[in-house]
Structure formats: structure tokens, C-alpha cells
């Protein structure tokens, strides 16, 4: 399995801690170290090779990002599969027991030609949700599900062949939906995937202030996605999404960044992409509407 970590404090610990508590079902633990610089973390690094004979902690020359990160990790596997954890969430203790109840199944299945992914507890400073629920709906492929139906799905949950992720590997290009590009293309090239609706790793969104994703450059993250991904996804899908959650208190800092966005997107499906910018702003409207009354 395959951990990049990037000053993480002693939360590296923590995760490296859950999936040790899976036991024999953990044959390597691959951990990247993306040039950490802060002394928690290296201290917590140095502290990994006293866990177990299993841990294999990779020091890179230079910062290469989660993706990169990955992919070093991927190079370095020696068994049949592989599963990610990132560095500040951690397994349930039955995660890969659920999973590996089905791998045989799988494998005679489809071959190398598949991945898994389960639901994730999201879990705050006050409260923790499944990411997905009940709520999930794969009939119209990955992409529907992630773009359109607004489910999620996490690099810590994901299980799959080490053949087919030697083959497919991370995109070391992208600054921010690394983990869905590789979903999206893995069934592109026709890998099966076969989900599991068990909430069986813990996404911690009060650890989550320095995660790309919430950058401010999430907004140029999210287009530069949209241009290398947009020849396989429907251009609609992309639409869908970035009138649903590009309008946020980042890009509202930068409206000149936002307005050139707007324009990149629109022009992937012209009458489409208008009609969902009038929604949007209706519904921008509307939320001004309602809390100007409530002031008053």
C-alpha cells in the first residue's frame, strides 16, 4: 500500500498505525515523503522504520506532489495490489478485510481490469457524514457519478491490480483531482468498477486546511483538470460541476481569475453552459435575497 505524505505532522503516524491493525493482510507499506521540512513530521518519519519490518519510507531529492508521490510508490510495489491511504486519514480496522472478501471474485471477473473504491466517513470538528450514503448511482459511469450526481470518491478508500496502475498511473500534471482523473480513466480503458458501499476509511475534514483542493488556486486547478480530461468526459459533466461548486469564497476573491473561467467553460457546450450560468447566478441571487431578509 502506498502513502505520500507531505508535513503531516504526526498524523503520518496515525495512518501508517490503521493500516498495520489490518495484520496479515498488509504485506508493504510504501511510504513517500514529499520533502517534508517541518521537524514534527520528520521526527514521525524517522519513528516509521520502529513500526514493523513491512514500512519502506522513500525520501524524494525534490517536491513532486501527492501524485508523483503516488506513482513512486506504485513503481516500488511488489505484490498483486495496491491501496492508498493519504497521510491525514486513516483506515476502519475491517477495511481490507471487507475489500479482500471480493478480490477473487474480481480477479476471475475482469482479470487486472478493475478497481475498488468504498464510501468514506467525513469526519469534522463536531460531526461526521458518509461521504456517499445510500445515494449512489453508477449506471451512467464514473464520471456521471463525481460531475453530475455529486458523490465522492477518495484515494484513501481505493484498491486495485498493481498491473493495472503500473499501466495507468496517476496524472504528476494535475495540482487537484488527481485521484478522480485516474478513476475517470481507468474505466475509460475499460476497467470495471466495483464499489463498495461501506463506509471503511475516515476522511478527516478538520485536518484539511492545507489540502489542494482548498487552495487559491483550486479555481486554476479545477480548469487546468477540465482541459486535459475534457476529450474523455461529456463536456456537459464538466459544466454541470463547475457551476455547482466553482462560485466559493476563493474565487470570489478573484473575480478576474473566475470570469475567464466562466468564458473557458461556456465555450465547451455554448447554449448549455449559459443556461447553467443563469441558474447559477439565480440561485447566487436568491441566497442574497434570503439572508438580506433575514438581516432585515
Known amino acids: 500500500m502506498v502513502i505520500p505524505c507531505y508535513n503531516a505532522g504526526d498524523l503520518i503516524l496515525r495512518a501508517v498505525q490503521s493500516v498495520l491493525i489490518q495484520g496479515d493482510h498488509v504485506e508493504q507499506v510504501i511510504v513517500v515523503d514529499d520533502c ?83 464510501d468514506a466517513l467525513l469526519r469534522g470538528d463536531s460531526d461526521s457524514t458518509p461521504a456517499n450514503g445510500d445515494a449512489v448511482d453508477f449506471s451512467q459511469g464514473v464520471a456521471h457519478f463525481l460531475l453530475v ?55 478527516d475534514v478538520a485536518t484539511d486546511r492545507s489540502r489542494i483542493s482548498i487552495s487559491r488556486n483550486g479555481l486554476q486547478n479545477t480548469l487546468a483538470w477540465f482541459d486535459s480530461i475534457k476529450n474523455v468526459v461529456q463536456p456537459e459533466y464538466l459544466q454541470v460541476y463547475f457551476f455547482s461548486h466553482a462560485l466559493n469564497r476563493i474565487s470570489a476573491r478573484q473575480p478576474l481569475h473566475f470570469i475567464v473561467g466562466v468564458i473557458r467553460v461556456i465555450r465547451l457546450n455554448p447554449i448549455n453552459g449559459c443556461k447553467l450560468l443563469v441558474n447559477a447566478a439565480l440561485r447566487v441571487f436568491n441566497k442574497y435575497v434570503l439572508l438580506q431578509g433575514r438581516r432585515g
Open 36 to 118: 517534508s521540512n517541518e521537524s514534527t513530521t520528520l521526527k514521525a518519519l524517522d519513528q516509521l522504520v520502529e513500526l514493523s519490518d513491512k514500512l519502506l519510507v522513500i525520501r524524494g531529492a525534490h517536491q513532486v506532489g501527492a501524485a508523483a508521490a503516488r506513482n513512486q510508490g506504485i513503481r516500488k510495489a511488489t505484490g498483486n495490489l495496491i491501496a492508498f491511504l493519504d497521510a491525514d486519514d486513516v483506515w476502519l480496522p475491517e477495511k481490507l478485510t471487507v475489500q479482500l472478501e471480493h478480490v477473487s471474485d474480481w480477479f476471475d471477473a475482469y482479470g487486472d481490469a478493475w478497481f475498488s473504491a468504498s
Open 149 to 203: 450526481g455529486n458523490g465522492t470518491l477518495q484515494t484513501s478508500t481505493l484498491i486495485a491490480p498493481t498491473a493495472l496502475l503500473q499501466t495507468h498511473e496517476f496524472n504528476e500534471s494535475l495540482h487537484r483531482h488527481q485521484d478522480w482523473d485516474l478513476l475517470i480513466r481507468l474505466e475509460e480503458a475499460g476497467a470495471t468498477n466495483c464499489y463498495i458501499n461501506t463506509v471503511l476509511s475516515i476522511y
